[in-house]
């Protein structure tokens, strides 16, 4: 069974850093796409990062460029996201997700379409 677990949300104030952490249980961890959705209240679940965890190769959501940056510990199986310069737009619910279709590149894709294993969500709500 798949298990993606998150951690790290919490309540900043603009200007702030967070790390977030997705540990994966049950699911294929090296050489597949990985990603970090968020989705704000009355919003649509958006992308924010995405990285292939073979090769390393990372994109953003133009939002988050130079304030975001994803990686992944193939050891350990886990999936972050060190957020600094945290903007109250970034309050959201934010969620690790697994591709659906194993072993391919992320080649930039960022659609919740393309996404199968989710975990539960960790909130990061930014103060202005």
């Known amino acids: 069974q798949v298990q993606l677990v998150e951690s790290g949300g919490g309540s900043v104030q603009a200007g702030g850093s967070l790390r977030l952490s997705c540990a994966a249980f049950?699911?294929?961890?090296?050489?597949?796409?990985m990603g970090w959705f968020r989705q704000a209240p009355g919003k649509e679940r958006e992308g924010v990062a995405t990285i292939y965890t073979g090769g390393g190769t990372t994109y953003y959501a133009d939002s988050v460029k130079g304030r975001f940056t994803i990686s992944r510990d193939n050891v350990k199986d886990t999936l972050y996201l060190q957020m600094n310069s945290l903007k109250p737009e970034d309050t959201a619910m934010y969620y690790c997700a697994g591709d659906r279709v194993l072993g391919r590149l992320c080649g930039g894709r960022l659609s919740r379409a393309d996404f199968g294993a989710w975990g539960q969500g960790t909130q990061v709500t930014v103060s202005s």
């Open positions: 049950g699911y294929t961890f090296p050489r597949n796409c």
